[in-house]
């Protein structure tokens, strides 16, 4: 009897160690949620991006990002389009281009950069008026033009007035500018700061228009599925925006160091002011697909409302 209990007892001692799992058993590893991808344009737009990343911002925050560095609009459009990126800097001109192309990618907030139309060294000019029958460098069909267009219509140069000449590479823009090879071009910050230190004549920004000429948007996908990770990012991202703003000096370096913007902007570079996340009015996002619609860019109706996420934007 007693080898009987004995025996029944050691069975239930090793039903309980198969079943219960040693300190040694392999757990599985908690699932991660993989990096938030961004892409950024070397410019002023992308600044508190980077002074987010650099100064562990996005980490206080509890989200991971990755930054993607893109040279160029076609780059940065393709990988949009490829799912490579979650969001990016990009423009309200590209942002029709992809809703009418099929990509269902949101406008979350405009960004806050400068772009500015500069005139050669030699060529003389002194204003916009003087752009009439000139040549201007940009990248046709992109928001650079429609950039320049809005700048001379206000000082009553109509878009038929001057010849554009096509030049997509920036740093090939900026040299034929200097070298006097076109009469003027559209640049980006910190670029239009680069050219002017050179002896280029600054003859307008879109700060005196008034045009958010950049947007960041996500697909929607990413909004659907990770909006509590978005809305970490933009704190982050605000944040690194109220520190730039409260001392832009303290970032002369960083400019070179570590945004890589060219040496000659450390000390010309005037800071632009980022604004609290919010959405461009319904009016310029208007404004923008009818000008796509008159150069026969776009057929279909683009609506704001087509374009827009608004739960970005609703914590603020």
């Given at each position: 009897m007693?080898?009987?209990?004995?025996?029944l007892?050691?069975?239930?001692?090793a039903?309980m160690?198969?079943a219960?799992?040693?300190k040694?058993?392999?757990?599985?590893?908690?699932?991660?949620a993989a990096?938030?991808?961004v892409?950024?344009?070397?410019?002023?737009d992308?600044?508190?991006f980077?002074?987010?990343?650099?100064?562990?911002?996005?980490?206080a925050?509890?989200?991971?990002v990755?930054?993607?560095?893109?040279s160029?609009?076609?780059e940065r459009d393709?990988?949009?389009?490829?799912d490579?990126?979650?969001?990016?800097i990009s423009?309200?001109?590209?942002?029709?281009?992809?809703?009418?192309g099929?990509f269902d990618?949101?406008?979350?907030s405009?960004?806050?950069g400068?772009y500015?139309?500069?005139?050669?060294?030699?060529a003389?000019?002194?204003?916009?008026?003087?752009?009439?029958?000139?040549?201007?460098?940009?990248?046709t069909n992109t928001?650079i033009?429609y950039?320049?267009?809005a700048?001379l219509?206000?000082?009553g140069v109509?878009?038929?007035?001057?010849?554009?000449?096509?030049?997509p590479?920036?740093p090939?823009?900026?040299?034929?500018?200097l070298?006097g090879?076109?009469?003027?071009?559209?640049?980006p910050?910190?670029?239009?700061t680069?050219?002017?230190?050179?002896?280029?004549?600054?003859?307008?920004t879109?700060d005196?228009?008034?045009i958010?000429?950049?947007?960041?948007l996500?697909s929607?996908?990413?909004?659907d599925?990770?909006?509590?990770?978005?809305?970490?990012?933009?704190?982050?991202?605000?944040k690194a925006?109220?520190?730039?703003?409260e001392n832009?000096?303290?970032?002369r370096?960083?400019?070179?160091?570590?945004?890589?913007?060219?040496e000659?902007v450390?000390?010309?570079?005037?800071?632009v002011?980022?604004r609290?996340?919010?959405?461009?009015?319904?009016?310029?996002?208007?404004q923008?697909?009818a000008?796509?619609?008159?150069k026969?860019?776009?057929?279909?109706d683009?609506?704001?409302?087509?374009?827009?996420?608004?739960?970005?934007?609703?914590?603020?």
């Open positions: 007693k080898k009987t209990i004995l025996f007892l050691c069975l239930v001692i039903e160690l198969y219960s799992p040693s040694d058993a392999a757990v599985p590893a908690k699932e991660t990096p938030l991808k892409g950024i344009m070397p410019d002023a992308s600044l508190p980077m002074v987010a990343r650099d100064e562990g911002l996005f980490t925050e509890g989200v991971e990755e930054l993607v560095i893109f160029n609009p076609q393709a990988a949009i389009q490829a490579k990126v979650d969001g990016s423009d309200i001109l590209a942002a029709a281009f992809l809703f009418v099929g990618a949101k406008i979350t405009v960004t806050d400068r500015g139309v500069a005139a050669a060294p030699e003389g000019i002194q204003d916009l008026a003087g752009l009439t029958g000139k040549q201007i460098g940009l990248s928001i033009q950039t320049v267009d700048q219509e206000r000082a109509g878009a038929d007035n001057y010849t554009p000449v096509s030049v590479r920036m090939l823009r900026m040299e034929m500018l070298n090879q076109i009469d003027a071009a559209s640049l910050e910190p670029l239009l680069a050219v002017i230190g050179q002896g280029a004549i600054l003859l307008s879109t005196t228009l008034g958010d000429a950049g947007i960041l996500f929607k996908k990413t909004l599925n990770r909006l509590e990770d978005v809305k970490k990012f933009y704190r982050a991202y605000y925006a109220q520190k730039i703003n832009p000096d303290a970032y370096a960083f400019l070179v160091e570590k945004a890589s913007f060219p000659a450390r000390d010309a570079y005037q800071f002011h980022y609290q996340p919010v959405l461009p009015e319904d009016s310029q996002i208007e923008a697909v000008w796509l619609k008159a026969e860019l776009i057929s279909a683009v609506t704001p409302e087509n374009l827009v996420d608004r739960r970005i934007v609703a914590e603020w």
